[in-house]
Every structure is written in C-alpha cells, then in structure tokens.
C-alpha cells in the first residue's frame, strides 16, 4: 500500500502541468469544493454506529456491511467515541484537487488523528489516547505470552522460552509527523510494523483515536512477527532459536493446507528455479549476460542451498510473505479469541469482534472502495480524462504494485481462513461459518 501511496502524489502531481484545457474548471471547482463541503459535514454529523450482521463468516460480507458508510468522513464511530476514519475515500478528495487549473486548499478537518500533521506530542489528547493504546499494548503482550506457554512441552521448552522473552523486551513507538511526503512513506493509511532491528513495534498515528479492538488485533499481529517463521532464528533482543528448532512447526504445516490459509510453502528447487527464470528473463530483454551478471545469478542459488532451512519463510528469501504474515494473523486470531470469549455479554462481544477488523477496511474492502470512487466521478462529471486510469490502479493495485518489493497475501483470504476459522469469532458475530474452512490449533 505504501508503494501506491507513493504512486497516487506522483500521478496528481503530473496532473498539474497536463491538466487539459477542455474541462470546465469552473464547474468542476464547484463540484470538487461541495464534494469537500459533504465530506466535512459528515465529519460533524458523525453518528454512532452498532456493529453490524455480518451474515457469512467472510471478508466481503464484513465489507458490504460498511458500504453505507463509504461516502462519509467516518466508516464507524463507537459508543465511546473512537472512530474510524474513512481514509481512502479522504485521500481520494485531498489527490483529485490536482485536477483543477486552480488551487483548492485540503479539507481542514478537526480530528487530529484522520490528519495527523495536525498532532503534537504536547497535546492532551494525544497523551491520553498513547496512554490507551500503550495499555492495550500491554495487554496483547502479555497475551501472546500466555499464547506461548500454553503450547509449552518437554521437547519445546527452551525454545518456548526464547520466544517469551523476546516477546517480553518488545516496546512500543508511536511516531508523528511533521512532512506529509514523509507520512505517506511510513504511514500512508492506519497501521503498524514490526521493526525486528529494535524489537519495537512502531505503531501509526491515524490508530490512535480508533477503538480498542482495532488497536489491539494490528498489534497482537505485530508482537506475532517478532516469532514469525523468518525472525524466530534472527538475533534479536540477544537471543535466537536454533535452526530447525521452531516450536511452531505444526502450525505453519496447518496454514500451508487449502482447509486453512494455503500459505505458499516453497521447496529450495521451486526457489532457486525462480532465480533461473529471473536470469533467462532478464537475458531474454537485455541480450547476453555478462560474466560478471551470471557470477551474480549463481551466487544466489548457492545462497539458497546454504541458507535455505534458516531463510526459507523469509519474503526476501522466497519473494513470498504468506507463511510471515500468516502466522502473524494466527498469534493474533487465537488472543484476540481468547479476549472474546472472555467477554460475557453478547453484544458486547459482538462489537469487539466486529472492530477487531475495522483498521483495513477503508483500504482494502473492495466495496467500500468502489462506492468511494463512484463518488468522486459523479464530482468529476468526466472533467478529468486521467482519473480513469488512476481509477484502475486503485482498483487493481497488485498489477501497478512495485516488483521489486514483496506484497502482503490478499487480507481477505487471510481473514476468512485464519480468523473467521476460529470457534469464538462466529460465535460473536453471529456468521455461517465457511464449510470447507478448519481452524489451526
């Protein structure tokens, strides 16, 4: 998503010096400014919303419930106030000013979280809404923790312990932003990462003012990555798991199966077979390769057949980040389940459930974002011929996505197959559970 974000400043931005000279700007300077004018009244009208039903237990169920919505300033504010912000559909207004001949200032919006250019760390808000999520921080650590001792055995023990104590040191960093450039290269839309060179996860800003469930499902994932398939034999926080010694071996075989995620598992051969294919194809455009190049080519291969036990789930190992982010989801699923069931009341934990998954869903719910679009063209009134091939990189980003960078597997294969596979998630939401799904214990 960052590489798209990156791509949509690039793209306005050339708009600006080939804007055509057919379009009425006049009109379209109308439009584009009542389109702000909406956008900011339902920002002030903001409702609070109950978490919807959600009849099958799949991603694009959860996102067709919030398609009404998708034209608002908020996709879902809480009883309590927390919201989620409708950042697409906001960027969407702020990228499409490049389409006039003239300037028209960003939608000035009061929620410091939805334009986080606006927090500074004196803020009491800001202090009181860190001081929430830092708890809720605490809470998930102290979550996969438990996670981890329950799978504890006599063969597992040493390496279960590692674990715990890597999870244990990790901390927490919540940065603001000053250079929006620089904000849509870390943060382009509400998230977290995991940033194993200082076992810290590095929370976005934009999470800040949504709900608890939300906070706490991307950072549980997070705290999963620090004993991913790939980092658990790093050095970090001064400790390791020897090669071959994953505790969590069972599980990674479980999300390899098509009942569960179907997470790619690539032999070394399938591995080193991509490097050949690279090399011919790169030949096949360039010409011969020079000896220098081939040198190159066949240091990779030897790379692989070294390293492969060790390296193999890593994505910039196999160019694949299914088994990574997969088992990421899985921490997350089965301590986000165990925090619902310990929910008594039902609709209470209805409403944990449904806002466990609300982060991604201006981004990356399809509905949502074809609604949001739909908007924006009714607004244009076909005044700017480009939008329509921004329009398809927005719709199929994988096809514009940077090759040189590994993309996340789709989330809504991971969501149906890892966290709506679990038991106390159907049961909360109250959804027909997929028949050919199992979930992974």
Known sequence: MKFIALLAVTFFTSLWGFAQTEPDYQALFKNLQNLQQDLKQSEKSAVTCEAAQVKNCKYGDFCQSLRSQSQNFYLYKNSQGKTVPNSFFIRLVDQVRACLDQPLPEV?????????LKLKKSDPLYKSELARTQKIFADSQARVVKLLESRKNVENSKEIDQEIKRIKAIKIAAPLFTDKRELERE????????????????????MLGMPDASIFSVLSHEIGHAVDPCNVYAQIAGDSVAVGKNPFNEVLSCLSKPQSMGAKNYSKQQIKDAITKEEKDYAKSLGPLSPEVKAEYEKRRKIVDQNFDKYRYCRNFSRDADMQEGFADWVSAKVLSQKIAEIKDPAAAKTYAFEAQLTSAASECESVKVAA????????KNDCSQFADYKEQLL????????????HPKISRRVDKILFAQPE?????????????????
Not at 190 to 206: E, L
Not at 396 to 407: C, F, T
Not at 425 to 441: I, R
């Open 373 to 380: 679009i739909n908007r924006i063209e009714v607004a244009l």
């Open 187 to 206: 943060c382009a839309y509400p998230g977290a990462n995991y940033d194993s060179t200082n076992n810290t996860v590095v929370i976005c800003p934009q």
């Open 108 to 116: 000035d919006t009061t929620d410091v979280f939805a334009n986080p």
């Open 425 to 441: 998630m159907q049961k909360a939401l109250g959804c027909t559970p997929e028949s050919s799904t199992s979930v992974c214990d």
């Open 396 to 407: 199929h980003a994988d096809d514009y996505a940077d090759p040189s960078k590994v993309p």
